[in-house]
């Protein structure tokens, strides 16, 4: 049995690697109804697939909408005890950036060594990580840390996960000795515009566990994320020549005003963090004759959920009273669910992924996620998908870092998930 290490080899292909992929725009679109909602995306796509192919995922091969699905074959020999018993395990990333922040262009700066201190980007000189703002980097000190050049993001959301699966396919590629049952590769379009799973066929995938590399902090596992819904609230009033209005005017615009002012002030995103409730008005147009507010509303129970829309109902209940003459509605649509409902059906997916960190040395830490991913949609499709950390830093900014020690122990961490695997469908 070989051990599972990544050696200095290993590390530089895996630092090339997402050297490779960032350089790659793959910024998706929230404005695009389209699959993926940037073709860009699909430039990646092109080239994973043929890096898997290399690496011997014959089955490698882009979907319509982009995804990239491949298999690397269980090597467990007939007659071992656990032939034909190791379930098919997912390991899942995401392709695109954010649409927010500039991916076209983007200048990887490497510091090898990493020896304390701010980190200056060349292309910007305003932009400085700030040791003392990123208690992380004291963390990885002498490690060899990548940024941008600051007038870009960096990627390592979610290329660094692709460049750690990667690495760890290649790495089963020269190691046929270790064991391992089937292994599913996964790379999704548009996990930024909340799109990620929309044409993730869970049947065809054919995982029976997954796991996305997707997180932040070494030995971080993150098994919770919030219930969603998102809320429309409509106002119709009644328009009438300013001039003459008196006793007839009702004003859209002062009602949806009102009912946005009375949301508890204890409930909003500026003021909640952990594990509080938000409910968070984001979009709110319109003219005297309609308002349209559009809401988010997050929590991680569906109790607390249920008590954030009451929130909402009584604000809309307290201004109607006020405006009898206006006509107000308040529709909810559910986004997304706490993964952790489906994951403590079947919570061994959980387990084995703690077990896999302590096999590295270090303690698992449990954590909830203040926002989705492509693994709460999974888990709820029927994948149960925990999501473990990619390494990236600061994400979605022009300061996103990444440090390669900790995108390596990502990628070990998955060889011993799929070992773990392989022991206990053996005993
Ligand atoms: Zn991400």
């Known amino acids: 049995m070989s051990t599972i290490a990544l050696d200095a080899s290993d590390r530089r ?3 090339d690697r997402f050297l490779r992929y960032v350089r790659i725009d793959t910024q998706s679109d ?3 109804t389209a699959s993926p ?4 995306q699909k430039d990646l796509a092109r080239v994973l697939v043929g890096e898997l192919q290399q690496l011997g995922c014959a089955d490698a091969a882009m979907t319509e909408w ?3 699905f491949a298999t690397v074959p269980s090597n467990v020999p007939a007659g071992h005890a656990a032939a034909g018993k190791v379930p098919a395990i997912g390991l899942v990333a995401h392709m695109d950036t954010y649409h927010g922040t500039v991916g076209a262009g983007v200048k990887p700066q490497v510091i090898e060594s990493y020896g304390g201190g701010d980190l200056a980007l060349p292309g910007d000189a305003r932009q400085v990580i700030r040791f003392a703002d990123n208690p992380n980097l004291a963390r990885c000190v002498g490690h060899t840390i990548v940024t941008s050049d600051g007038t870009t993001l960096l990627g390592a959301d979610d290329k660094a996960g692709i460049a750690e699966i990667m690495t760890a396919v290649a790495w089963l590629g020269r190691h046929p000795e270790f064991l391992h049952g089937p292994v599913r590769i996964g790379f999704t379009t548009d996990e930024e515009v ?5 044409h993730f066929d869970v049947a065809a995938f054919g995982a029976a566990y997954a796991y996305t590399l997707d997180g932040s902090d070494i030995a971080e596992i993150e098994d919770e994320t919030f219930c969603a819904d998102s809320a429309l609230v409509v106002i119709e009033g009644h328009d009438v020549h300013p001039g003459y209005a008196k006793g007839k005017l009702v004003n859209a615009v002062r009602v949806g005003a009102a009912i946005v002012e009375r949301l508890p002030r204890e409930f909003l995103p500026e003021t909640t963090e952990g ?3 938000y409910l968070h008005a984001y979009d709110l147009r319109g003219d005297v004759t309609r308002v349209e507010v559009k809401l988010i509303v997050r929590a991680f129970t569906e109790e607390e959920l249920r008590e954030r829309e009451e929130s909402l109902r009584e ?3 307290v201004v109607q009273a006020a405006y009898a003459e206006a006509r107000i509605s308040v529709e909810f649509k559910e986004s997304y669910r706490n993964m952790a409902y489906k994951i403590a059906e079947d919570p061994k997916v959980l387990d084995y992924a703690f077990e896999a960190v302590r096999r590295l040395g270090l303690e698992p830490v449990r954590r909830a996620i203040r926002g989705g991913t492509d693994g709460s949609r999974l888990s709820f499709m029927g994948l149960l998908t925990p999501n473990i950390w990619a390494g990236g830093q600061s994400f979605h900014s022009v300061q996103e870092w990444v440090s390669l020690e900790w995108m390596a122990k ?3 961490v998955t060889l011993h998930l799929l070992q773990i695997w392989l022991e206990r469908s053996a005993a």
Do not use: D, I, W
Request: charged share 35%; no cysteine.
């Open 13 to 15: 292909e895996l630092l």
């Open 30 to 32: 929230e404005n695009s």
């Open 37 to 40: 909602s940037t073709e860009k």
């Open 66 to 68: 982009g995804y990239v």
């Open 194 to 198: 909340g799109r990620g799973t929309e």
């Open 275 to 277: 594990r509080q409730s």
């Open 315 to 317: 604000a809309v209940r």
């Open 410 to 412: 990502a990628s070990e």
